[in-house]
């Protein structure tokens, strides 16, 4: 089955870059039937979708108006894996991270039907 | 995007049915039929219960349903069991900039 595996540092200093990785197995990043996103939630925000990328025919990036000056989502092929970095971290960045995947029949699945371990960022000098 | 809005709190005894509500505008629950619910248990990742308003992932028990009516999404468990105490969230499509919103979270306690 689809599994998710999530890494990174639980700790980022204010102003400096949260970077967290999510490496698929079971599936490819390069599929033409999924998306591969980030979610976090944290008590103040609840849940919050931060974005996405997915491959058809070529490589497409989506992200939330919120984060969209700050965010970075990178698949690699070669390790079958992709990742998160989140410029110019605050403390209202503290949460817990989650890698997710979108599958589906049509252009994009709009459901998450997988789900990473979670990772708790802190953002904390 | 605003969170879509849902009853902090739902509770049933076991054998019950229940139902959570989520409601959203005409811009993304009434506008798509792409709802889908969550559930999570405290420390665990979400599962997906419910997808495209109505549909069962495999494995899901079809004790859970789903269904829309305008602008509201609903969740519905019945013949309750222990193990349904969780947190529940809806999320749906919104078509814009931000194509996703989540809904506020319902805490289903069963008694």
């Known amino acids: 089955q689809v599994q998710l595996q999530q890494s990174g540092p639980g700790l980022v200093k204010p102003s400096q870059t949260l970077s967290l990785t999510c490496a698929i197995s079971g599936d490819s990043v390069s599929s033409n039937s999924a998306a591969w996103n980030w979610i976090r939630q944290s008590p103040s925000r609840g849940l919050e979708w931060l974005g996405r990328t997915y491959y058809r025919s070529k490589w497409y990036y989506d992200s939330a108006t919120s984060v969209k000056s700050r965010i970075f989502i990178n698949p690699d092929t070669s390790k079958n894996q992709f990742s998160l970095q989140l410029n110019s971290v605050i403390p209202e960045d503290t949460a817990v991270y989650y890698c997710a995947r979108a599958s589906g029949t049509n252009w994009i699945g709009h459901s998450f039907d997988v789900w990473g371990q979670g990772a708790m960022v802190t953002v904390s000098s | 995007q605003s969170a879509l809005t849902q009853p902090a709190s739902v509770s049933g005894s076991p054998g019950q049915s229940i139902t959570v509500s989520c409601t959203g505008t005409s811009s993304d629950v009434g506008n798509y039929n792409y709802v889908s619910w969550y559930q999570q248990h405290p420390g665990k990742a979400p599962r997906l219960m419910i997808y495209?308003?109505?549909n069962r992932p495999s494995g899901v028990s079809n004790r859970f349903s789903g269904s829309k009516s305008g602008n509201t999404a609903s969740l519905t468990i019945s013949g309750l069991q222990a193990e349904d105490d969780a947190d529940y969230y809806c999320t749906s499509y919104t078509g814009s900039s931000t194509p996703y919103v989540f809904g506020t979270g319902t805490k289903v306690t069963v008694l």
């Open positions: 495209d308003v109505s």
